[in-house]
């Protein structure tokens, strides 16, 4: 198992359970936040915080979810990102595109900014 869900009122909280988010972890991820979406969940908070490597495979996996997110007028916030993919989302220039947080919190008071609540 890639990752656990877990169902929170407002959102859905993605913690991936991987060190490595790659091309023999990405399909598994990309397949859950698929099956996510078809579920009707639009926000979706995503727990990087136990990933120490990502490459292309996973860049594209993070950004499938922030799209179907998007698409469904819901909100996609990553947060916990370690060194290196933080690093390697910032040299993609994905972090003007992604919502990132330090923390679980600073999602939540961020997610109910972005639901009006």
Same mark, same amino acid.
């Given at each position: $198992?890639?990752?656990e869900?877990?169902?929170?009122?407002n +959102?859905?909280?993605?913690?991936?359970l991987?060190?490595?988010? @790659?091309i &023999?972890t990405?399909?598994? /991820?990309k397949? =859950?936040?698929?099956?996510l *979406? &078809?579920?009707? =969940?639009?926000?979706i908070? $995503? @727990?990087?915080?136990?990933?120490n +490597?990502? @490459?292309s495979?996973?860049?594209r996996?993070?950004?499938?979810?922030?799209?179907?997110?998007?698409?469904?007028?819901?909100? +996609?916030?990553?947060?916990?990102?370690?060194? @290196?993919?933080?690093?390697?989302?910032?040299?993609?220039m994905?972090?003007?595109? /992604?919502l990132?947080?330090?923390?679980? =919190? =600073?999602?939540?008071?961020l997610?109910k900014?972005?639901? *009006?609540?």
């Open positions: $198992m890639i990752s869900i877990l169902k929170k009122e +959102y859905t909280l993605v913690r991936v991987t060190e490595r988010l @790659d &023999n990405s399909p598994e /991820l397949s =859950e936040l698929v099956l *979406n &078809n579920k009707g =969940e639009k926000n908070v $995503m @727990d990087m915080s136990g990933v +490597y990502c @490459d495979t996973g860049l996996t993070i950004l499938v979810g922030n799209r179907l997110c998007e698409n469904a007028i819901g909100t +996609y916030i990553l947060f916990g990102l370690q060194p @290196d993919v933080e690093h390697l989302i910032k040299i993609s994905l972090h003007t595109v /992604l990132i947080t330090k923390t679980l =919190e =600073e999602a939540e008071e997610l900014i972005k639901m *009006n609540l």
